[in-house]
T-cell receptor, first 114, second 114 residues
Framework: DVKVTQSSRYLVKRTGEKVFLECVQD?????MFWYRQDPGLGLRLIYF???????EKGDIPEGYSVSREKKERFSLILESASTNQTSMYLC?????????????FGPGTRLTVT | GDSVTQMEGPVTLSEEAFLTINCTYT??????LFWYVQYPGEGLQLLLK?????DKGSNKGFEATYRKETTSFHLEKGSVQVSDSAVYFC?????????????FGKGTMLLVSP
């Protein structure tokens, strides 16, 4: 079974802190994705990566950055957390070389910024 | 751009009732279509998919048919169970500018009572 794990299920941070969300997948997938999920808005893509050290902006990249130093790990960074970044963050991976097809999701990290 | 519209919830049903969750899409060309399900406290998991017109995806008693003429991919189940209570997301995947990502609808919550 494909397994996507995220470093924390719940996280509470203060405004202005630098926040790291980690995601690891164990199936040698080329592609990895970060989404945020908010009530009434569904899932919105923040960033994705189709190879080590490669990254592409999604629909809402402002206020976020990412790092992919190893194929299995994709990190989301909030440089200076703000209250409007309180959300559920979901990581996903997929194997299709062009990004098409099924994505496998982690359990999510619920981040609260106070 | 590409978009997915699904019916708003919550959809409230009694056990063994028939389920339909409507999903329509807007896309240039012929996307692949997906239904994902999110059980409480978990990440998303793929429920079913269809990659071309008139394809029917099916899994766990759920079905959806890719209708190009009506740009729809409605989810159906003949007899729902309490354990089907979850949030259901319709999504499309389409190649654009050499890469592809998933575009999700806003999700429909299903509540099934005994």
């Amino acid at each position: 079974d494909v397994k996507v794990t995220q470093s924390s299920r719940y996280l509470v941070k203060r405004t202005g802190e630098k926040v790291f969300l980690e995601c690891v997948q164990d199936m040698d997938h080329e592609n990895m994705f970060w989404y945020r999920q908010d009530p009434g808005l569904g899932l919105r893509l923040i960033y994705f990566s189709y190879d080590v050290k490669m990254k592409e902006k999604g629909d809402i990249p402002e206020g976020y950055s990412v790092s992919r130093e190893k194929k299995e790990r994709f990190s989301l960074i909030l440089e200076s957390a703000s209250t409007n970044q309180t959300s559920m963050y979901l990581c996903a991976s997929s194997t299709h070389p062009m990004g098409l097809g099924e994505q496998y999701f982690g359990p999510g990290t619920r981040l609260t910024v106070t | 751009g590409d978009s997915v519209t699904q019916m708003e919830g919550p959809v409230t049903l009694s056990e063994e009732a028939f389920l339909t969750i409507n999903c329509t899409y807007t896309a240039t060309g012929y996307p692949s279509l997906f239904w994902y399900v999110q059980y409480p406290g978990e990440g998303l998991q793929l429920l079913l998919k269809a990659t071309k017109a008139d394809d029917k995806g099916s899994n766990k008693g759920f079905e959806a048919t890719y209708r190009k003429e009506t740009t729809s991919f409605h989810l159906e189940k003949g007899s729902v169970q309490v354990s089907d209570s979850a949030v259901y997301f319709c999504a499309l995947s389409f190649m654009n500018s050499g890469y592809s990502t998933l575009t999700f609808g806003k999700g429909t919550m299903l509540l099934v009572s005994p």
